[in-house]
């Protein structure tokens, strides 16, 4: 059963457009919801969070929308660039659990030059 | 800079082979994370620490034993391997904060990864 879902396996892009990735949850306790980037044959790095009581959060050409009601979030990409092909991990969290991470099973973002 | 460091990279064992796997972190973090990363799912939590002397079972912590005797370390052992462990294993560590809303601010800063085969 998981938790956290990204339906899509895949994703190609054209630079300079944007990338749209997206991410549902089932566990309406989570209240805090990250992105990690990850490269072949290295670890994901940090990306971007947003916490449940906000609805949307930037940080330069990235941005994450939260909709609580529909348990879904997204990562927006603008523009998209050609490093920016890597795979895309969303992660969730509920309070109290010692800030354990649910995983999602990545997106594979490719830009196309 | 190192960060996060993990050993070795990459392993074959025999099933019934034992084996520990290290995770190193420079940052002075109390918290450390072990990971598996199987095809087609996310990162499955194993064990974690929350300190020094402390640890605790995570997602999946059946056939694995970790021990965290000093801070910067954190060490996964398989005493007995089987084929059903092969996977990609990794270390994360990240630091204590103040809590806001119930979370820390600190993200999980991650290892390279150790990939395992178990034949």
């Known amino acids: 059963d998981q938790q956290v879902k990204q339906n899509s396996p895949s994703l190609s892009v054209q630079e300079g457009r944007i990338s749209i990735l997206n991410c549902d949850y089932t566990?309406?306790?989570?209240?805090?919801f990250l992105w990690y980037k990850k490269y072949p044959a290295e670890g994901p790095t940090f990306l971007i969070s947003i916490s449940s009581i906000k609805d949307k959060n930037e940080d330069g050409r990235f941005t994450v929308f939260l909709n609580k009601s529909a348990k879904h979030l997204s990562l927006h990409i603008v523009p998209s660039q050609p490093g920016d092909s890597a795979v895309y991990f969303c992660?969730?969290?509920?309070?109290?659990?010692?800030?354990?991470?649910?995983w999602g099973a990545g997106t594979k973002l490719i830009i196309k030059p | 800079n190192a960060g996060v460091t993990q050993t070795p990279k990459f392993r074959v064992l025999k099933t019934g082979q034992s084996m520990t796997l290290l995770c190193a972190q420079d940052m002075n973090h109390e918290y450390m994370y072990w990971y598996r990363q199987d095809p087609g799912m996310g990162l499955r939590l194993i064990h974690y620490s929350v300190g020094e002397g402390t640890t605790a079972k995570g997602e999946v912590p059946d056939g694995y034993n970790v021990s965290r005797l000093k801070k910067q370390n954190f060490l996964l052992g398989l005493e007995s391997a089987a084929p059903s462990q092969t996977s990609v294993y990794f270390c994360a560590s990240r630091a204590w904060d103040r809590v806001l809303f119930f979370h820390s601010n600190q993200p999980q800063h991650f290892g390279d990864g150790t990939r395992l085969s178990i034949l």
């Open positions: 992660a969730a969290s509920e309070a109290y659990s010692n800030y354990q991470l649910i």
């Open positions: 566990n309406s306790m989570f209240d805090y």
